[in-house]
């Protein structure tokens, strides 16, 4: 049987831009269920990607996808995370310590540092992608890529540097 930490990072709170950007690189969200047995959604995270309507990106694998566990109310979050955060973020940090869960996806760097400040592990879209890929998904990192860059989404040049450094072909 697993210890409690290995076992609790089996399970995620998941932020709007890692889904969007999963379900751009990827076609679906399938690749979560590759690394994680439970994918909390909080409702506003939600909110956050049905507000683009149906035909933007995610929307279609977002809404097919019945296995995300999607939380139905909105979260209490204490005013320190709702007024240095966006709703999403601080409502998946809150959802997380809110259950007791040790592991978050959020890409953007505050909402990353928050959560860390409330001892949280953290990874994001391309901590997914790297993972899915060592579990066997069959991936095509820069396809994945191209298909982001081609829907306005950019990686940092640290994160470009550790997908190089790891043996993943980048785009040009």
Known sequence: MPDAPLAAHRM???NTTPIIALAVATGSLDI???????VIV?????????AGGSQAPAVAAFTTDNWLERLTRPQNVPPFLKNS????????IHTALDLGLGLVCIDEKMGRRVARLHGLAVTGSVGILVKAKQHGFPLNTKEALNRLHRHGIWLGRDVESFLSSAGHELPL
């Open 12 to 14: 995620l709170v998941i």
């Open 32 to 38: 979560l269920r590759i690394c994680y047995d439970r």
């Open 42 to 50: 909080p409702h506003e995270v939600q909110q956050e990607i049905l």
């Open 85 to 92: 955060l966006d709703s999403g973020e601080a409502a998946v």
